[in-house]
């Protein structure tokens, strides 16, 4: 039963030393890029908006090219 605690205790502080070395990078990393990769809300509304009226004004032509498309034939 010894030598299992002694396992255990060696295997423990390798985990621990193991996850305080990768906090320490982690914390490392956000210090060198605080952005972190995050998209804000502002860019996320900006791109629908931006998808939105780009499929709204295809949609506009394909209408008007439907609409007219026995008068355009002849340009």
């Known amino acids: 039963m010894k030598y ?6 060696r295997t423990l502080s390798r985990t621990a030393g193991w ?5 320490e ?3 490392q990393e956000r210090a060198r890029r ?3 990769g995050d998209i804000s809300i502002t860019t996320v509304i900006i791109w629908v908006a931006a998808v939105t009226g780009a499929v709204l004004i295809a949609g506009t032509i394909a209408i ?3 609409k007219y ?6 340009l």
């Open 4 to 9: 299992t605690s002694d396992r255990l205790h």
């Open 19 to 23: 996850i305080s070395t990768r906090i």
């Open 25 to 27: 990078e982690g914390r």
């Open 34 to 36: 605080p952005d972190g």
């Open 64 to 66: 008007v090219v439907a």
């Open 69 to 74: 498309n026995s008068k355009l034939s002849g």
